[in-house]
């Protein structure tokens, strides 16, 4: 695993330990999640956009098959 450091104002460091308080997780925990769901989002969105083309397709791509 790596370690990363990111200068963040007081202010954004302050919102932070709230909303981590609010989790009741660790700050670093909070950002390290916020981390993965971001780079989990690009997938879903093309996995969704994938099945709709799919889906949508779906006769005309039978048609082609045979």
Known sequence: MTTITI??????????????????????????ASVEDMLAQPEEQFRKAMQYVLKKNAKLYNRLAV
């Open 7 to 32: 200068e963040l104002s007081n202010e954004r460091i302050q919102q932070l330990k709230e909303y981590a308080r609010q989790f009741g997780i660790p700050m670093e925990e909070l950002v390290r």
